[in-house]
């Protein structure tokens, strides 16, 4: 695998934050506002949290998608989109398509949250369900190739990692000096993003990954030097659980991610809880893996540090939530 995979600079990285930034919010990176993390961690480590779960459709994922389909030409805008989705990318896509008037088709799979489906619909997207993963991208490749439509990629590609690379650049001009940054993986559209601009704006900060142990993808891919074409998926955190690995998102972790971290669902219901006790929020269980794993296998690593949690998402239904938290509380 080529390890010098080309990533935005920052003054790309500025132009694409113009561009977007009638459509999105530049979310607050704050001091930890609770009492009880400090307790938890070593003393003097020192935490900020980048509330991405503010940002339209409640994840991070809208800047990429209007990124993508800003840089599409007149006559593919025309065609349409379509895109291939657990949900948060779903929302993300139908939102960024009903404000640039695009006709969107998006393909989910048939276990795919009900509130997230219900999004995608409101935004006035066309939902297409699939019996599995693999079956949802089989379908998009088919919409794509028949109908002509543009596929937006749920994390691969230059304009994707563009597009999340000015969550990296805001918190690294919200935050002031950082001593680490830890960011949740699913497929790698995010950290990869953040990852290239927090290391060109803050060399010295390390930018640590975290998967869930059910979906130990990039990790394993890093460890092999290469993405991986297939990844056996079984976590509740199910934006974090990507089919496979592609080289574009692969090649910026390869190139500037320092470390990936791993939690168990166990882990991440246990930050889940407390991010609601604590600081009263509510999120999706990819929402609380930063927090898991500063809590968790960073704890030690991290001690007496500035460390910044990048939270990414908060698109559950209060029924999935309420099971979690009982399960939780079970445990």
Same mark, same amino acid.
């Given at each position: 695998?080529?390890?010098?995979?080309?990533?935005?600079?920052?003054?790309?990285?500025?132009?694409?934050?113009?561009?977007?930034?009638?459509?999105?919010?530049?979310?607050?990176?704050? *001091?930890? *506002?609770?009492?009880?993390? /400090?307790?938890?961690?070593?003393?003097?480590?020192?935490?900020?949290?980048?509330?991405?779960?503010?940002?339209?459709?409640?994840?991070?994922?809208?800047?990429?998608?209007?990124?993508?389909?800003?840089?599409?030409?007149?006559?593919?805008? /025309?065609?349409?989109?379509?895109?291939?989705?657990?949900?948060?990318?779903?929302?993300?896509?139908?939102?960024?398509?009903?404000?640039?008037?695009?006709?969107?088709?998006?393909?989910?799979?048939?276990?795919?949250?009900?509130?997230?489906?219900?999004?995608?619909?409101?935004?006035?997207?066309?939902?297409?369900?699939?019996?599995?993963? *693999?079956?949802?991208?089989?379908?998009?490749?088919?919409?794509?190739?028949?109908?002509?439509?543009?596929?937006?990629? @749920?994390?691969?590609?230059?304009?994707?990692?563009?597009?999340?690379?000015?969550?990296?650049?805001?918190?690294?001009?919200?935050?002031?000096?950082?001593?680490?940054?830890?960011? @949740?993986?699913?497929?790698?559209?995010?950290?990869?993003?953040?990852?290239?601009?927090?290391?060109?704006?803050?060399?010295?900060?390390?930018?640590?990954?975290?998967?869930?142990?059910?979906?130990?993808? &990039?990790?394993?891919?890093?460890?092999?030097?290469?993405?991986?074409?297939?990844?056996?998926?079984?976590?509740?955190?199910?934006?974090?659980?990507?089919?496979?690995?592609? @080289?574009?998102?692969?090649?910026?972790?390869?190139?500037?991610?320092?470390?990936?971290?791993?939690?168990?669902?166990?882990?991440?219901?246990?930050?889940?809880?407390?991010?609601?006790?604590?600081?009263?929020?509510?999120?999706?269980?990819?929402?609380?893996?930063?927090?898991?794993?500063?809590?968790?296998?960073?704890?030690?690593?991290?001690?007496?540090?500035?460390?910044?949690?990048?939270?990414?998402?908060?698109?559950?239904?209060?029924?999935?939530?309420?099971?979690? &938290?009982?399960?939780?509380?079970?445990?």
């Amino acid at each position: 695998m080529d390890q010098m995979v080309t990533g935005p600079t920052i003054a790309k990285i500025e132009r694409a934050r113009s561009r977007i930034a009638s459509a999105i919010v530049e979310t607050p990176a704050v *001091p930890w *506002p609770g009492t009880d993390l /400090a307790a938890r961690l070593a003393p003097g480590t020192d935490v900020c949290a980048k509330l991405e779960l503010l940002q339209r459709t409640g994840t991070f994922k809208p800047r990429g998608a209007l990124l993508v389909m800003l840089h599409l030409s007149d006559e593919e805008k /025309a065609r349409g989109i379509t895109t291939v989705s657990a949900g948060n990318h779903a929302i993300a896509v139908s939102y960024a398509a009903h404000i640039l008037g695009l006709s969107a088709k998006v393909v989910m799979h048939r276990k795919a949250n009900p509130f997230r489906v219900a999004q995608c619909r409101r935004y006035g997207a066309e939902v297409v369900q699939m019996a599995d993963i *693999p079956a949802a991208f089989d379908e998009a490749d088919r919409i794509q190739r028949e109908e002509g439509r543009a596929l937006v990629h @749920p994390f691969e590609g230059p304009y994707t990692s563009l597009g999340t690379a000015t969550v990296g650049l805001e918190l690294c001009r919200q935050a002031g000096e950082l001593d680490a940054v830890i960011v @949740p993986i699913g497929g790698g559209g995010l950290i990869s993003g953040v990852a290239a601009a927090v290391k060109q704006l803050r060399p010295g900060c390390a930018v640590y990954g975290v998967e869930p142990v059910g979906a130990q993808g &990039m990790s394993q891919s890093l460890a092999q030097g290469a993405p991986l074409p297939k990844v056996e998926i079984d976590t509740i955190g199910d934006s974090l659980g990507p089919s496979k690995h592609l @080289p574009y998102s692969f090649g910026l972790v390869q190139r500037y991610v320092d470390d990936v971290v791993l939690v168990e669902d166990a882990d991440l219901i246990e930050a889940m809880g407390f991010m609601f006790r604590d600081v009263k929020l509510a999120v999706e269980p990819a929402g609380a893996a930063a927090t898991a794993a500063l809590m968790g296998p960073l704890k030690d690593r991290l001690a007496g540090r500035r460390v910044a949690l990048v939270i990414c998402g908060s698109n559950i239904d209060f029924e999935t939530y309420a099971g979690f &938290m009982a399960r939780g509380r079970d445990s």
